[in-house]
């Protein structure tokens, strides 16, 4: 697979996320007044696809779509309007293709915006959001730190891609916010519980899979039909308060603990432009189950990187590298999963991977391992340390799949954290 050569010059480096062969969604306005639109990542410029339909040139869809803060109205028209839209947009952008934008100086310079004008929003509605748990390495890091290494896999990991059901509410654009989060914790040696600020406040490196088709009630899915509804991927931060975790999550999983926010990327790679990445997951141990059994190679090759930058510090340090490659179970398993029961599936459902790490020290996707429970914290370049995430603190994902001269970016997906809100009165 070549990068494909566009007329919008700063497309074709081989450093840019956003070659032709990318084209990711996303949702921008310019200036506080605009109404925010859907546009694709194209070079240093974001295309605006509102602008495009509205002047007849991008006829894909069976209702205006694009003219909307979401992605979610042209999800819906379905695979084949998604492949029609690449391939339009493909031609009206590649050299020596259709001349309607490029001929068109005015127009030109109305639809390219460049992206260091544009704000950047979520891109869709999230309907649901499911977060699974389907990296092996970070499975055993973790298990091995709760239970010990004989026991780190519980009975049925190596069977279910196990997950549980988040909150859709609190999945928030790359850039927002995250204050620390308030919960009951019991610290280690103490009998008794307390309310207050988390102090083991962590990320989660994970790529999410949007869904862009639905499933009917009581209607299971095959791997095969799942894998066909989904529309792209983003990066996605699945903030983790692990005292708060650690004392609420036994039996029934995480709940306050991961509900206060998760984090995406303001781009969605649409599934086509990571079909050349496409590869095999790890060996199984034990063969799964006929219904979770992938009829091709269900995982990407992605370069996954995380930096921790202290509020105020002039450098961000790198803290980890990791690769989606690394998962056990792929989206399409997950979704497959999901379905199984009959649990029926949206447009606009978000499917966290679980934490990617992979099998040393310094692929781990999260404090947690990188910092052993906080018994080994980190180094960074400013000179501090770090266990757990600070007041200030920036932590920034981004990914890509590198081809020969081209890479499929994803951006960044970033989060500062605030202090804890001052608690309510509770005596009232
Ligand atoms: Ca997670």
């Given at each position: 697979m070549k990068r494909l050569q566009s007329w919008v010059e700063s497309a074709n480096s081989a450093e840019t996320h956003f070659p032709l062969n990318n084209m990711p969604c996303g949702v921008f306005s310019v200036g506080a007044d605009d109404d925010p639109r859907c546009g694709v990542a194209i070079g240093d410029f974001v295309l605006d696809l509102a602008l495009l339909e509205d002047r007849g040139l991008l006829d894909v869809a069976s209702e205006t779509v694009f003219d909307l803060p979401y992605w979610n109205a042209f999800m819906e028209e379905g695979p084949e309007a998604w492949e029609a839209l690449r391939a339009r947009l493909t031609d009206l952008l590649i050299e020596g293709g259709d001349d309607a934008l490029r001929g068109d100086a005015s127009l030109r310079a109305e639809a390219l915006v460049p992206l260091a004008d544009a704000s950047l929003h979520m891109p869709f509605i999230v309907a649901e959001y499911t977060d699974f748990y389907a990296?092996?390495?970070?499975?055993f890091n973790v298990g091995t730190m709760f239970r010990g290494a004989e026991n780190a896999l519980p009975p049925n990991w190596l069977h279910i891609p196990i997950g549980y059901n988040g909150r859709a509410s609190s999945v928030v654009a790359s850039g927002t916010p995250i204050h620390?989060?308030?919960?009951?914790?019991?610290?280690?040696?103490s009998d008794s519980p307390h309310f207050g600020p988390s102090r083991r406040l962590d990320f989660e490196l994970e790529m999410g899979a949007v869904v862009g088709g639905g499933s009917e009630l009581g209607q299971p899915?095959?791997?095969?039909?799942?894998?066909s509804m989904i529309f792209g991927y983003v990066l996605l931060n699945d903030w983790s308060a692990r005292d708060i975790q650690a004392w609420e999550y036994q039996p029934l999983g995480p709940f306050q603990g991961k509900a206060f926010g998760t984090t995406i990327g303001p781009?969605?790679?649409?599934r086509a432009a990571l079909e050349p990445f496409r590869c095999e997951g790890p060996a199984r141990d034990v063969p799964l189950l006929p219904y979770l059994q992938e009829k091709r190679p269900g995982l990407y090759d992605i370069s996954l990187e995380v930096t921790l930058q202290p509020d105020g510090a002039d450098t961000a340090t790198t803290i980890t590298r990791t690769n989606y490659r690394e998962m056990y179970y792929s989206a399409a398993?997950?979704?497959?999963?999901?379905?199984?029961?009959g649990?029926?599936?949206?447009?606009?459902?978000?499917?966290?991977?679980?934490?990617?790490?992979?099998?040393?020290?310094?692929?781990?996707?999260?404090?947690?391992?990188?910092?052993?429970?906080?018994?080994?914290?980190?180094?960074?370049?400013?000179?501090?340390?770090?266990?757990?995430l600070e007041d200030g603190d920036w932590l920034t994902l981004t990914g890509w799949a590198q081809g020969a001269d081209f890479r499929i970016g994803f951006g960044t997906c970033t989060g500062q954290i605030l202090p804890a809100v001052t608690e309510p009165d509770w005596s009232k």
């Open positions: 990296g092996r390495h970070h499975a620390r989060p308030l919960g009951q914790l019991r610290p280690p040696g899915l095959t791997v095969s039909e799942a894998e781009w969605i790679v649409m398993q997950q979704l497959a999963h999901h379905a199984s029961s649990c029926p599936m949206t447009p606009g459902d978000l499917l966290g991977s679980g934490t990617i790490s992979g099998p040393e020290k310094e692929n781990r996707g999260s404090l947690l391992e990188l910092s052993w429970g906080g018994k080994e914290p980190l180094s960074l370049e400013t000179g501090e340390t770090r266990a757990f």
